[in-house]
């Protein structure tokens, strides 16, 4: 395959995750819910927002510095969280983290990161956040929360779109599991991928490193569906919200929420941010797009805490999109995975540069120098709510 630097869009970085990976891996980290329509909805709820650029702007040198929840990032960029990355490309976890501190921004690590809180921390450094899946056992869950506050991770991230696992039908038609088994079925799906085959050979087999001595880990080869329905404790609710707030010492963000209403009620409970997501489309098929449900989220919290989006993500100009339907910042979810699972952290970094550059050359091209010009007044449709 040619150099990394010949992957001009996310869309071929994808491209070659495809090619690199065994067809059960790259579905499970490209797939979505059941008929996969609020997958396709998140890319057409973007491509769907049109822009009214400025002209006679100076943007000689834009600045694609941004604050996000109080702090500089040097573009407004997370990434997102993502389980089980290891298996793309071992250590992915570890070069998604180093691409996020090369360029200045805040890397989340997942609950059910192929990486531990502690590695993150001694390997990648940078702006580290940590995202929490609430599990069936409140011990283990605060036990969490306790070695991410140790190892000085600066804001929790606290997941609440997946009291049950979605149904992935891909994985299931794969016979696709995590931790990976050989199967007749899935032999042949790896042996054709034999750079891949001989990376995790030589690697190992990657775990879920944070869930190391947890009950509900220990089922080698059930379907990552069937786990995450043992480990997740769907009985979370508004008191246990409270209880996760009055023990991280920390900034803590809700992820998953899409509801006016419900935006409205956190924002009385002293939070420091508010993620609006669908889970790329993962979890519950039929909801709505993230960039639909944004503007009303935004105009439920009335400023009382930042609001951040993810979910389709594919470009820089998404991102003006985003920021002025009222998010400060995004979740680079899939579009760092395909890089890292194209090319390893040269691959990670690849996609956050192509994200950069696109996102600079947009700003220019909408007369918007700065992060702080982007507002409503780019939007061609203001957002019923916002009008007034
Ligand atoms: C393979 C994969 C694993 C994910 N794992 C998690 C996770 O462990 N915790 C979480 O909150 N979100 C998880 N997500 C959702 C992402 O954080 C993010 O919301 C989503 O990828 C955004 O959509 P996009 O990838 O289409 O941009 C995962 C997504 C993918 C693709």
Same mark, same amino acid.
Not at 164 to 181: H, M, S
Not at 193 to 200: A, G, K, N, T, Y
């Given at each position: 395959?040619?150099?990394?630097?010949?992957?001009?869009?996310?869309?071929?970085?994808?491209?070659?995750?495809?090619?690199?990976?065994?067809? $059960?891996?790259?579905?499970?980290?490209?797939?979505?819910?059941?008929?996969?329509?609020?997958? @396709?909805?998140?890319?057409?709820?973007?491509?769907?927002? +049109?822009?009214?650029? =400025?002209?006679?702007?100076?943007?000689?040198?834009?600045?694609?510095?941004?604050? *996000?929840?109080?702090?500089?990032?040097?573009?407004?960029?997370?990434?997102?969280?993502?389980?089980?990355?290891?298996?793309?490309?071992?250590?992915?976890?570890?070069?998604?983290?180093?691409?996020?501190?090369?360029?200045?921004?805040?890397?989340?690590?997942?609950?059910?990161?192929?990486?531990?809180?502690? +590695?993150?921390?001694?390997?990648?450094?940078?702006?580290? &956040?940590?995202?929490?899946?609430?599990?069936?056992?409140?011990?283990?869950?605060?036990?969490?929360?306790?070695?991410?506050?140790?190892?000085?991770?600066?804001?929790?991230?606290?997941?609440? !779109?997946?009291?049950?696992?979605?149904?992935?039908? /891909?994985?299931?038609?794969?016979?696709?599991? %995590?931790?990976?088994?050989?199967?007749?079925?899935?032999?042949?799906?790896?042996?054709? =991928?034999?750079?891949? #085959?001989? /990376?995790?050979? +030589? =690697?190992?087999?990657?775990?879920?490193?944070?869930?190391?001595?947890?009950?509900?880990?220990?089922?080698?080869?059930?379907?990552?569906?069937?786990?995450?329905?043992?480990?997740?404790?769907?009985?979370?609710? &508004?008191?246990?919200?409270?209880?996760?707030?009055?023990? &991280?010492?920390? +900034?803590?963000? %809700?992820? $998953?929420? #899409?509801? @006016? !209403? !419900?935006?409205?009620?956190?924002?009385?409970?002293?939070?420091?941010?508010?993620?609006?997501?669908?889970?790329?489309?993962?979890?519950?098929? $039929?909801?709505?797009?993230?960039?639909?449900?944004?503007?009303?989220?935004?105009?439920?919290?009335?400023?009382?805490?930042? %609001?951040?989006? !993810?979910?389709? *993500?594919?470009? $820089?100009?998404?991102?003006?999109?985003?920021?002025?339907?009222?998010?400060?910042?995004?979740?680079?979810? /899939?579009?760092?995975?395909?890089?890292?699972?194209?090319?390893?952290?040269?691959?990670?970094? /690849?996609?956050?540069? *192509?994200?950069?550059?696109?996102?600079?050359?947009?700003?220019?091209? #909408?007369?918007?120098?700065?992060?702080?010009?982007?507002?409503?007044?780019?939007?061609?449709?203001?957002?019923?709510?916002?009008?007034?």
């Amino acid at each position: 395959m040619s150099r990394i630097s010949q992957a001009h869009s996310i869309e071929d970085l994808r491209r070659r995750a495809r090619i690199r990976l065994p067809r $059960g891996v790259f579905d499970f980290f490209d797939g979505g819910a059941e008929d996969e329509n609020t997958l @396709a909805a998140n890319r057409r709820a973007f491509e769907n927002v +049109r822009l009214l650029p =400025h002209v006679l702007r100076n943007v000689a040198d834009p600045d694609l510095s941004a604050q *996000i929840i109080g702090m500089r990032a040097a573009a407004p960029f997370v990434v997102a969280p993502m389980g089980a990355a290891g298996i793309g490309w071992p250590g992915a976890d570890v070069a998604i983290a180093r691409a996020a501190s090369r360029l200045g921004i805040p890397y989340v690590l997942s609950t059910a990161a192929t990486a531990s809180i502690e +590695r993150i921390a001694s390997e990648a450094g940078g702006r580290l &956040w940590f995202q929490l899946y609430v599990l069936r056992d409140l011990a283990f869950t605060e036990a969490l929360m306790a070695r991410a506050a140790a190892a000085g991770y600066e804001a929790l991230v606290l997941t609440l !779109d997946m009291a049950v696992g979605g149904k992935r039908e /891909r994985d299931i038609r794969n016979g696709f599991t %995590v931790p990976l088994a050989p199967r007749w079925r899935t032999a042949a799906d790896f042996m054709t =991928h034999p750079m891949w #085959c001989l /990376r995790m050979l +030589r =690697h190992g087999q990657p775990s879920f490193e944070n869930l190391q001595g947890f009950a509900g880990s220990s089922h080698a080869g059930t379907s990552i569906v069937a786990r995450a329905a043992q480990s997740l404790d769907p009985s979370f609710d &508004w008191g246990a919200l409270q209880r996760i707030r009055d023990k &991280w010492p920390g +900034r803590l963000l %809700v992820k $998953g929420v #899409c509801r @006016a !209403d !419900d935006a409205d009620r956190l924002a009385t409970l002293g939070l420091d941010g508010l993620w609006v997501s669908n889970h790329g489309g993962r979890q519950l098929d $039929g909801s709505v797009a993230s960039a639909e449900a944004l503007p009303d989220v935004v105009h439920a919290v009335r400023g009382r805490m930042p %609001v951040l989006i !993810d979910s389709g *993500i594919r470009r $820089g100009v998404d991102v003006v999109k985003a920021l002025a339907l009222g998010a400060q910042a995004v979740g680079i979810g /899939r579009a760092a995975l395909y890089g890292v699972a194209a090319a390893g952290q040269a691959g990670a970094e /690849r996609a956050l540069m *192509i994200l950069s550059e696109e996102l600079r050359r947009a700003m220019q091209l #909408c007369g918007t120098p700065t992060i702080g010009d982007i507002d409503a007044q780019l939007l061609q449709v203001q957002p019923a709510r916002q009008r007034s």
